[in-house]
């Protein structure tokens, strides 16, 4: 009886516990938000108003218009699960920012518009952990990454991918319209024909088909798809079936070319094709999709 009232006495007397201090910087304000928001506008307004420049007069990037705008609609739709996130700010986010400036400088300097505009995602990324934290960062790096596809490649890499995608669809063009019966001559990206001569010039490449399609294959699969594993497949398929409709494109103008009327071919259906192409690869992709969900089903019937 003595030694229990002896031990209530100690804990009584014990000094409170002392929660330990955040280790991080404190949730932000309104007028932090606010502050670094401008600070960050006024810093990539250059880079900014030529990205949209760019967005707006070259058709190859032209889809770079909704791509912050499905990032902001990912955003909205994962908003109630967004708020239940507890805040976690952490000083790490600091390292982020500093690494985004001298990427900053470093394409400012080598007046490469790659980096410029790379290095305000990677601002951003570093904003989102310093003040918010590594979970809402995880959250929010689908949204992110998404992002990515509104930067146009760099020319370098971009004229490498824009030749060899001439090659091959000259190539499949100049393989498939002899077993139709029109015979041809290819010299490199040139395909010659009894009535004339076509070019695949760089807009014929594909490229712009291939970038689009890529775009919309993210899009289609986050929002009809929940498996990962069938979203990044339908990303990656996008490659191969614009490949393809560009292909048989150049075929269909080589046949138009042949057996009907070269003027209308490299006129009224060169243009039109472009469109008709593209809606038939979005007709692909889904069809690619419809399969993979009846064979993922019969797999389960069958487990």
């Known amino acids: 009886m003595i030694e229990s009232v002896r031990v209530s006495q100690v804990l009584q007397s014990a000094p409170p516990t002392v929660p330990a201090p955040p280790t991080g910087p404190a949730p932000p304000s309104c007028w932090q938000i606010a502050v670094t928001a401008a600070l960050l506008l006024w810093l990539y307004f250059p880079t900014l108003t030529h990205l949209v420049g760019q967005w ?59 980096l410029s505009r790379l290095s305000l995602l990677i601002a951003l990324a570093g904003l989102i952990v310093l003040f918010l934290g590594w979970g809402v960062f995880r959250a929010l790096l689908f949204p992110w990454a998404f992002l990515v596809l509104m930067i146009p490649i760099p020319a370098i890499v971009f004229n490498q991918i824009t030749f060899p995608l001439q090659l091959l669809a000259s190539k499949v063009a100049s393989t498939t319209l002899p077993w139709m019966g029109v015979p041809v001559l290819r010299e490199g990206n040139v395909i010659i024909l009894p009535a004339m001569a076509l070019e695949v010039a760089e807009a014929c490449s594909g490229i712009r088909s291939l970038m689009s399609l890529a775009t919309l294959a993210v899009i289609y699969g986050y929002l009809m798809e929940r ?60 069809l690619l999709h419809r399969i993979v969900r009846i064979f993922s089903r019969e797999e389960g019937s069958q487990a």
């Open 227 to 286: 498996k990962v594993a069938v979203r990044v497949l339908l990303a990656v398929a996008s490659v191969p079936i614009a490949v393809a409709a560009n292909s048989f494109r150049i075929v269909g103008t080589g046949l138009l070319v042949q057996y009907w009327d070269p003027e209308k071919a490299e006129g009224f259906f060169h243009e039109f094709s472009g469109w008709l192409i593209f809606v038939v690869s979005l007709v692909m992709l889904y």
């Open 56 to 114: 707006w007069n070259d058709p190859n990037f032209s889809h770079g218009f909704f791509v912050p705008l499905f990032a902001a609609f990912v955003i909205w739709q994962e908003r109630s699960r967004l708020a239940s996130l507890s805040l976690r700010p952490s000083w790490s986010g600091l390292l982020f920012l500093g690494f985004a400036m001298c990427v900053l400088i470093v394409g400012q300097m080598g007046a490469e518009l790659f």
